[in-house]
């Protein structure tokens, strides 16, 4: 093989090399963000049902706002999105 042959392989090499290591990385960030994901669910069907059963709120009230607090974000970040536009078009002005 020539050297600028085996060089290419070389080159391919290492990136393959880092590429595994940089994908063996993020599997091991994705399974720790997972875990602590599924430790916050936990946590919070806790108090869910802390709360109920303390009588300060329904399991049903307490679904309904969180569902109350997403409606809001996503309404938030439309606005947002909107205004973003907005700069857009006075700037292309």
Do not use: C, P
């Amino acid at each position: 093989m020539s050297d600028s042959v085996q060089s290419k392989v070389d080159q391919l090499e290492r990136a393959v090399l880092e590429l595994g290591a940089e994908l063996y990385t993020l599997k091991g960030t994705f399974a720790k963000q997972n875990e602590s994901h599924t430790r916050f669910l936990a946590i919070i069907k806790g108090l869910k049902q802390l709360l109920d059963e303390k009588g300060l709120i329904t399991l049903d009230d307490f679904d309904a706002a969180v569902q109350l607090g997403e409606a809001l974000e996503s309404f938030n970040s439309s606005r947002d999105t909107l205004n973003e536009i907005e700069k857009l078009k006075k700037t292309g002005h």
